[in-house]
């Protein structure tokens, strides 16, 4: 079964009382998630840790958690989750309702959809590595990830031009 982070951008917010930010983000990368730098719209997960409340980050996380869009966790949360003790909770309902109007092509509309996520997901999964470095077993190693992933990127726009 997946670990309920995999695949999952997970933004950190204030300094973890349990342990350093980085001892975290390994963690975080060691079941499948993504560290993230920013609240974007394909974030799964807000982490705040001490002192989160009083920063405009926490307040916009807020506003999205009201909007059902994000899922604001506490320090305690995210190492219950992390360590398989708890599930993660349900997303909150939006305050508001929503109107959906069906496209004319659904599944087109999805791929297209999926195909944004996966492209967004590898992205950053790509900048996390390449900022924060790789956990190997003789200690962390620095690798700039970045330009392969542009060679990757020009490549597919050559492919789909032909």
Do not use: W
């Not at 087109?108 to 790789?134: C, H, P």
């Amino acid at each position: 079964m997946a670990h309920p982070f995999q695949d999952r951008l997970v933004v950190f917010i204030g300094t973890p009382r349990r342990c350093t930010r980085q001892t975290a983000r390994d963690a975080l990368i060691a079941v499948g998630g993504i560290p993230d730098a920013k609240i974007v719209c394909f974030t799964s997960f807000v982490v705040a840790f001490g002192r989160a409340d009083t920063t405009k980050v926490y307040q916009h996380a807020l506003k999205f958690e009201r909007d059902g869009l994000l899922t604001v966790l506490t320090e305690a949360q995210f190492f219950d989750i992390l360590e398989g003790r708890a599930a993660p909770p349900e997303k909150p309902k939006p305050d508001k309702e929503v109107i959906v109007i069906p496209p004319e092509d659904a599944e087109a509309v999805e791929r297209e959809f999926e195909q944004i996520k996966t492209d967004t997901i590898n992205r950053r999964r790509m900048d996390s590595l390449a900022r924060y470095g790789v956990q190997t077993p003789d200690g962390r190693m620095k690798i700039d990830l970045r330009p392969l992933d542009n060679i990757r990127r020009v490549m597919k726009i050559i492919k789909d031009q032909e």
